[in-house]
Structures are given as C-alpha cells and as structure tokens.
C-alpha cells in the first residue's frame, strides 16, 4: 500500500548529535532524561549503533575511522512507536546521501577515490 503525505508536508533536515544503542527505547520520560543532560541531542537510534561501534573498533591512534549516519526519523520513542512511515524514511534518507555524495564528487572523482582505496592507494 503506498502511503500518501499529508497536506502540506515538508521535508527539513537537521543536522546535528543522535545517540545510539543497543535497544529500543519506547519510554518518554527516558527521552526526556537525555534531553536534559544533552541539549543537543536530535534524535536516538538503534540501527547505527553497530556502525558507530565498528568505526570507533577500526580506529587507531594515527587514523580515526569516522561514521556518518544519514538517518530518517519515524517515531519519537515513545508509545506510539510504529511502523507506519519507515519506507519513506528509508528512501528520503537514500535520496538525500546520493544527492550529498553526488554534488561532493562527480562521478568520475568517485571512481577514482573508490579505485585508490581498493588498491590501497
């Protein structure tokens, strides 16, 4: 079932701190704690935990492997958690790295960075 956006929707993208972990969280109040000890923070996830985790083992002390996670926000953590909007987060997030990667480097560019890494370069 394809589902319609509301009137008058419109994407925003923030850009800014996401805590991640192991589990889920559906708890309100335990939102509200981390806000409050991290003003920053905009946003908590599971799913980038494992990414965030492998980064952070890569690294070494002469090169930090960093972790950036494009991510599309579909609930607020809390009780109302459900499944209803995370194929269009999935795709606004997908859409949004390609346009990113592609008016970073040109196709050309991309090649040959991606080609040097392969040939540790």
Same mark, same amino acid.
């Given at each position: 079932?394809? +589902?319609?956006?509301?009137?008058? &929707?419109?994407?925003?993208?923030?850009?800014?701190?996401?805590?991640?972990?192991?589990?889920?969280?559906?708890?309100?109040?335990?939102?509200? +704690?981390?806000?409050?000890?991290?003003?920053?923070?905009?946003?908590? %996830?599971?799913?980038?935990?494992?990414?965030?985790?492998?980064?952070?083992?890569?690294?070494?002390?002469?090169?930090?492997?960093?972790?950036?996670?494009?991510?599309?926000?579909?609930? *607020?953590? %809390?009780?109302?958690?459900?499944? %209803?909007?995370?194929?269009?987060?999935?795709?606004?997030?997908?859409? &949004?790295?390609?346009?990113?990667?592609?008016?970073? *480097?040109?196709?050309?560019?991309? &090649?040959?960075?991606?080609?040097?890494?392969? %040939?540790?370069?």
């Amino acid at each position: 079932m394809v +589902q319609q956006l509301p009137a008058g &929707f419109s994407m925003r993208i923030h850009y800014g701190s996401m805590a991640c972990g192991p589990l889920v969280v559906k708890d309100g109040e335990y939102v509200r +704690q981390l806000r409050s000890r991290e003003h920053s923070l905009l946003a908590l %996830d599971m799913e980038s935990y494992g990414v965030a985790l492998s980064a952070s083992m890569c690294s070494t002390p002469g090169r930090t492997v960093h972790a950036v996670i494009v991510k599309g926000v579909v609930d *607020y953590a %809390d009780g109302s958690k459900n499944d %209803d909007w995370h194929d269009y987060a999935a795709y606004a997030s997908a859409a &949004f790295a390609r346009h990113v990667l592609e008016a970073t *480097y040109d196709r050309p560019v991309a &090649f040959r960075k991606i080609t040097a890494m392969r %040939d540790g370069g």
